[in-house]
């Protein structure tokens, strides 16, 4: 059974720093593409940053310059790195990955659980 286990969120204030961990346990054999999405209050669920397997990143445009994506060299632990936070930072972080879990098996797409980060206090 695969699981993303999120962890590092918090409470800080405006200006500070959070650092999101996220990481893939179970039967996993190859990773692809990891992922930060985030979810506010009432808002719908949007994509924050997000690395290939090779390294290539993409942010939304509300994060760039604040925020930094990174995978560990065995490539199953995703980090988000979050500086200058802002209020309207404030959402439950999700992870997500795309997994194969088999030699022969097509990857799935796996959520965490989703752990609270915030810019404000």
């Known amino acids: 059974q695969v699981q993303l286990v999120e962890s590092g969120g918090g409470l800080v204030q405006p200006g500070g720093c959070l650092r999101l961990s996220c990481a893939a346990s179970g039967r996993v054999r190859n990773i692809g593409r990891m992922s930060w999405y985030r979810q506010a209050p009432e808002k719908e669920r949007e994509l924050v940053a997000e690395i290939t397997s090779g390294g290539m990143t993409n942010y939304a445009d509300l994060v760039k310059g604040r925020f930094t994506i990174s995978r560990d060299d065995a490539k199953t632990t995703v980090l988000l790195q979050m500086d200058s936070l802002k209020p309207e930072d404030t959402a439950v972080y999700y992870c997500?990955?795309?997994?194969?879990?088999?030699?022969?098996?097509?990857?799935?797409?796996?959520w965490g659980q989703g752990t609270q980060g915030t810019g404000a206090e």
């Open positions: 997500n990955a795309d997994i194969q879990v088999g030699r022969y098996s097509l990857p799935r797409n796996y």
